[in-house]
């Protein structure tokens, strides 16, 4: 017994040791990407700032970094910058949370009824091919210059890629899964709780992070054509100014908005679904890189 005792006790730390390997390897590697990414964010902004000029363009064509860091500053003391982009922030965030909400809804719904499915869908698809900037003067006419035109429109373009990720995925659920839970006596709300609704949530994070990017242009797309607050209304403001400097800083922000709410649904989901391996920088880290 001693003996093998003994014997056993160096194979822990080797199994440490295998497990510990692509660990690090992901951790070095991720610090490596990192600087790469940062690398090549101050070789872009370098060039933003001192290209232009060396090639002779003017600045109303693409000003300098410095140029639209200084418009930056002039907007937030005299055009209430800060006050136009909580106002876009605020839309993008409730049009993005009706549209996913009503998107799930739909989703399940359909994916739960074919008869629901066969009679709905057409009617769903023509809203979806109908061009959404068409929509936003009329929906100017409807509610006047407020905020619901600009939410209205991002329902709109959010709802769809929400409801066919949640319809796909209740579609392709194993049947034999479901029978074997009505053979169990389960009811349709046993069902759908610890079936469908699970199985779905993979498909209805990637809707949601696509949903997420299409909120702004939503939102920007209702502001563009009858608005007088919001980053949009900034945006056409400096295009009647000729300022290209103020359409530069206005659309920094409105990448800026996008990417929060993307990352914001990331974070969801990684709390959501924890459970779900995750691969970074190509390499598969359910091994000892989870977190």
Excluded: C
């Amino acid at each position: 017994m001693t003996m093998t005792r003994t014997e056993a006790a160096p194979a822990r730390p080797a199994a440490q040791a295998a497990t510990a390997g692509p660990t690090m390897a992901v951790q070095l590697l991720g610090r490596r990407e990192s600087w790469v990414s940062l690398l090549f964010l101050l070789v872009f902004l370098a060039a933003w700032q001192w290209l232009p000029g060396a090639l002779g363009m003017p600045e109303f064509i693409i000003p300098s970094l410095s140029t639209v860091m200084a418009e930056f500053a002039r907007m937030l003391e005299t055009e209430r910058l800060l006050f136009h982009t909580g106002i876009t922030a605020a839309e993008v965030v409730v049009g993005f949370a009706i549209g996913s909400l009503l998107g799930m809804f739909i989703g399940y719904m359909l994916g739960m009824s074919p008869t629901a499915e066969f009679v709905l869908s057409p009617y769903i698809l023509a809203l979806q091919i109908a061009p959404k900037v068409a929509f936003a003067p009329l929906f100017v006419m409807w509610f006047g210059y407020t905020a619901y035109p600009k939410i209205v429109v991002a329902v709109l373009i959010v709802f769809f890629p929400v409801m066919i990720n949640v319809l796909g995925s209740v579609r392709t659920i194993d049947p034999q899964m479901i029978n074997l839970a009505r053979s169990f006596s389960a009811s349709r709300w046993q069902i759908f709780r610890m079936i469908e609704f699970p199985a779905s949530m993979p498909p209805l994070f990637a809707g949601l992070r696509i949903g997420s990017t299409l909120a702004v242009i939503g939102v920007v797309v209702g502001e563009l054509v009858g608005g007088n607050t919001g980053l949009g209304y900034l945006l056409v403001f400096g295009e009647g100014q000729a300022n290209t400097a103020m359409v530069f800083v206005t659309i920094i922000l409105l990448t800026l908005i996008g990417i929060i709410a993307y990352v914001a649904v990331i974070l969801l989901e990684r709390r959501i679904l924890h459970y779900m391996p995750r691969r970074k920088f190509g390499i598969d880290t359910d091994q000892g890189g989870k977190s």
